[in-house]
């Protein structure tokens, strides 16, 4: 049983775009479904679905790669807050990644969300990791 899903469904794709793998198999949490359905919505990945295996649900993501050498999409994938170490900020120091060539997603109490869209919104929360 792991401990931190979040940092396994980041590990398994960032494992899974090193070796350029099209589909990464991600257990189902309200979590790692908001986080998912981000990076659908900033073009990280191409799509998502569920999927159920022996009475477990899985998410199937399918990785977004360019070109003919099909390098990722995904450069770099970085947990920021983690169990040990929770990592908050108000709206007005929400992080730039990238200068907003990247995002940070950030749970807040309105929901999960990217670090721009909170911070139109004028509100902080817990930043889960950076994505560029």
């Known amino acids: 049983m792991v401990t ?3 940092s396994d469904m980041l590990t398994r794709i960032r494992n ?23 990076l ?17 649900e899985y998410l199937l993501l399918s990785l977004k790669y360019s070109g003919k050498s099909r390098d990722s999409v995904i450069s770099q ?7 040990g170490l929770r990592v ?4 007005n120091e929400l992080p730039k990644v990238l200068d907003d060539l990247g995002i940070a997603i950030v749970s807040t109490s309105k929901g999960v969300m990217t670090n721009v869209k909170a911070k139109t919104l004028g509100i ?3 930043v889960l990791c950076y994505i560029w």
């Open 40 to 56: 659908k919505e900033e073009g990280f990945i191409e799509d998502f679905e569920p999927y159920q295996e022996n009475k477990r």
């Open 4 to 6: 931190d899903t979040i």
């Open 88 to 91: 908050y900020k108000k709206s």
């Open 124 to 126: 902080g929360g817990e």
């Open 77 to 83: 994938i970085k947990r920021i807050s983690k169990p």
């Open 16 to 38: 899974a775009t090193m070796v350029k793998h099209q589909i990464v198999q991600i257990p189902v949490t309200k979590m790692s479904l908001a986080i998912t359905t981000i």
